[in-house]
């Protein structure tokens, strides 16, 4: 899948600016906070109809103006595609692809698959479950959006279920029913997930010691209280319902499910060196697109927003040697270092565009 062209009206701090990109290698180049990952976070908006860095849509407005517009042309699969996204202060975000509107956003994803590799990332790796829990059903729903539905049903029972809670129900055949939907869709998010982290974390260790260079191991283990053995999520709920009536919350379920990344049988969180680190988030983000590239068919586009500070240079090259091989697709990169960019353009064979990045403007070089 390509990215043709994009037109970006009143994203965050770029006032107006329409690209044609290289179906191979496309760099930005600029000092922070010019508008580099800006762009970036534009074209994954488009995929998954949120930004990257999770703030809410009307902070993405740039400042004065009610109003954002992006239009992407594709190519898809062999087929020409067209994706309109408008944004209004108050009002829904609205998505039309090929001039039709979705009438559920949860409908597009996983439809113009993406991976994006950026600092935050480290977040991966330091911040509670509920970060990789988020990275995980991302990953997932490209694939199969059978998970995104359970996901979705799981998500508004669960909600009931704690609303029950708080108003101190005891009403046995409202939280039955509530349950029960929450049970049906729990078997088949717990399932998909505990095959995902198995096969990802094969993929994982082979791109970690492709960075590294070798000699160390890493692995993810998934985490669930349905790994129990031949406990159901009504067992579960069953045991916990006293202590659950009493904090006024589910404790419970597929929405507490974690992953263990270790480091030589060693947690990650606590043993990575910040380069250990940066490899490791790397390294999962290049796992996840081998995963997409064959599950769905296509060539994921391939973000990277930032990624060789605080990393010595032979992993650099490393990096810049994969991302250029023959497995990865359409490649949008940015920088601060000229030099990186030229080294990744040269790898190119001359399939690369490079643009300098200013206050929003970008400016073809």
Known sequence: MILRDLSVTNFKNIPESRLEFSGKVNCFLGNNGMGKSNLLDAIYFLSFCKSFSGVADRLLLRRGEDFAILKARYERKGVDEELLMGLSAGRRKSLKRGGKEYGRLSAHIGSFPLVMVAPQDIDLIRDSGEERRRWMDMV???SDPVYLDHLIRYGKALEQ?????REGAVDHNLYGAVELMMEMSAAYIHSTRAVWVAELSDIFDGYYNAVSGGGEHVALAYQSHLNEPDVTLQTLLDRERR??????HTSVGIHRDDIEMTLDGLPMRRTGSQGQCKTFTIALRLAQYDFLRRTTGMRPMLLLDDIFDK????RVERIMALVTGGEFGQIFVTDTNRTHLDEIMARTGGD????RVENGSFTRI
């Open 161 to 165: 279920r704690n609303k029950l809670l």
């Open 140 to 142: 997932i729903s490209q």
């Open 243 to 248: 202590h659950d009536e009493i904090v006024r």
């Open 311 to 314: 990393l010595d240079a032979s």
């Open 352 to 355: 690369y565009r490079l643009w």
